[in-house]
């Protein structure tokens, strides 16, 4: 399938490799302690009480069984995408300056550019917030449409990353990538100046308009930084 960039790029994305399906079977391999032992089609296994198998009237044909659709989110897709979406920021967190010093290998792929690292959140109490994609930023900044400082308070090509704090404290926090020196530069690090303030959220809101999520980020991250390092 298809869909459309905030820039308006046409980008293919394969759904069946990067999103869980929806199908609920999964094999009953055992019994243990009055628990059913299931796997899905990913081979995941989980425990499930057998009294709650026959409290949802749940039927085991030929050691296979289709769970209900609150049952399947509860004991694997929110295993899955919990456990992604750690692994994933972990690997991010360990890698980004790395990652914004390659944005343009990240805008190139549909499974890159949808991850959401949870460093890209702005946003703070009564002002809303909002959460973007590595690629709708990463295709903003090289645009030239997202918020960018040739100098500020001495330091250099400064993009704005993320904006959190609260209006009714006053408290602001800013992050920054410089492309000079390809670091991360916190607010703190700057005097207080009025070009960092609140109104620059509204850039943010317009990277929220993808409607596509990622399940296996931890493994989209990983291929990324192995395209990155040039590994096959």
């Known amino acids: 399938m298809n869909f459309t960039t905030n820039s308006g790029r046409l980008i293919t994305f394969d759904h069946e490799k990067w999103v869980i399906s929806e199908s609920r079977f999964c094999n009953v391999i ?44 509860i004991y694997f897709l929110d ?45 703070g109490a009564h002002i809303g917030g909002s959460i973007y994609t590595l690629g709708a930023l990463f295709e903003a900044i090289e645009n030239g449409t997202h918020i960018y400082l040739e100098l500020l308070e001495g330091f250099k090509k400064l993009h704005l990353i993320s904006i ?36 620059l959220l509204s850039q943010f809101r317009k990277l929220q308009n993808i409607p596509y999520n990622i399940d296996f980020a931890d493994i989209a991250m990983e291929q990324l930084l192995n395209e990155i390092n040039g590994i096959s």
């Open 164 to 199: 959190t704090g609260s209006p009714l404290s006053g408290s602001i926090s800013a992050l920054f990538w410089s492309d000079e020196t390809h670091k991360f530069l916190h607010s703190r690090e700057i005097n207080d100046n009025p070009a960092v303030n609140f109104s």
């Open 79 to 123: 295993q899955i995408r919990n456990a992604a979406n750690k692994r994933m920021n972990d690997l991010f967190n360990e890698n980004k300056e790395l990652i914004f010093s390659n944005r343009q290998i990240v805008i190139g792929k549909a499974e890159y550019y949808l991850l959401r690292p949870t460093l890209l959140t702005s946003g």
């Open 30 to 73: 055992g019994e243990e302690d009055a628990h059913y032992l299931l796997e899905n089609k990913y081979k995941q296994v989980v425990k499930i009480l057998v009294s709650l198998i026959h409290a949802n009237n749940l039927k085991i044909i030929d050691n296979q069984i289709e769970l209900s659709e609150s049952l399947y989110k």
